[in-house]
Nanobody, 121 residues
Framework: QVQLVESGGGLVQAGGSLRLSCAASGSFFSINSMGWYRQAPGKQRELVAAIPSGGAPNYADSVKGRFTISRDNAKNTVNLQMNSLKPEDTAVYYC???????????????WGKGTLVNVSS
């Protein structure tokens, strides 16, 4: 059974930094893309950043220049370094991965349970 486990959320003042980490565990053949989404109260879940296997990362316009996504394929982890945090970054952040359970299986999407990032003004 595949699991995505996030860590690193918390409370930080505006202008501060946090680093989120996500590790994929369980039995699977390969991971295609990994990324981070967030959902603020009363809003829809939105893409923050994603990085495909062997490809360039993409970011939401609202976080470009402030957030950096990185991935360690050997460890099946993805990190999100968040700098210059703003109150509007407050949300539950979810790890996301598209992976193949077996060589011939289609890619499936998995989600972590989420970690809260709270940025105070």
């Amino acid at each position: 059974q595949v699991q995505l486990v996030e860590s690193g959320g918390g409370l930080v003042q505006a202008g501060g930094s946090l680093r989120l980490s996500c590790a994929a565990s369980g039995s699977f053949f390969s991971i295609n893309s990994m990324g981070w989404y967030r959902q603020a109260p009363g809003k829809q879940r939105e893409l923050v950043a994603a990085i495909p296997s062997g490809g360039a990362p993409n970011y939401a316009d609202s976080v470009k220049g402030r957030f950096t996504i990185s991935r360690d394929n050997a460890k099946n982890t993805v990190n999100l370094q968040m700098n210059s945090l703003k109150p509007e970054d407050t949300a539950v952040y979810y790890c996301n991965a598209h992976l193949k359970n077996y060589f011939y299986s289609p890619s499936r999407e998995y989600w972590g349970k989420g970690t809260l990032v709270n940025v105070s003004s």
